[in-house]
């Protein structure tokens, strides 16, 4: 199973950016994803998660709002908006994909990514 994030970069606060995550070698429309963000000395944090149809997501209660995530099965992608950018957004950015949808909130299990750096100037 191959991970592979793209998207992040340098971008002024107040910008907006969208990360994608391409899956390989698992059978994707029956994985729920999630976004998950990391910065130096912290836990990796919750962003955001997704089911397989999309019927279901959820956001971690800070980033409603700011941050939208979405699905395309067909291209075996998952995509994560980012509006009003803010420093503190500054992290890398993880996909993770987990065959359960509580597990792929909590980061238990599943695939992960290596991640794209996102980094936000004030």
């Known amino acids: 199973v191959q991970l592979v994030e793209s998207g992040g970069g340098l971008v002024q606060a107040g910008g907006s950016l969208r990360l994608s995550c391409v899956a390989s070698g698992l059978v994707f429309g029956t994985y729920n994803m999630a976004w998950f963000r990391q910065t130096p000395g912290k836990d990796r944090e919750f962003v955001a998660a997704?089911?397989?149809?999309?019927?279901?997501?959820d956001y971690a209660d800070s980033k409603k709002g700011r941050f939208t995530i979405s699905r395309d099965n067909g291209k075996e992608t998952v995509y994560l908006q980012i509006n009003s950018l803010e420093p503190e957004d500054t992290a890398v950015y993880l996909c993770?994909?987990?065959?359960?949808?509580?597990?792929?909130?909590?980061?238990?299990?599943?695939?992960w990514g290596q991640g794209t750096q996102v980094t936000v100037s004030s």
């Open positions: 993770h994909a987990n065959p359960s949808y509580q597990p792929s909130i909590r980061g238990s299990g599943g695939y």
């Open positions: 997704i089911s397989p149809s999309a019927y279901l997501r």
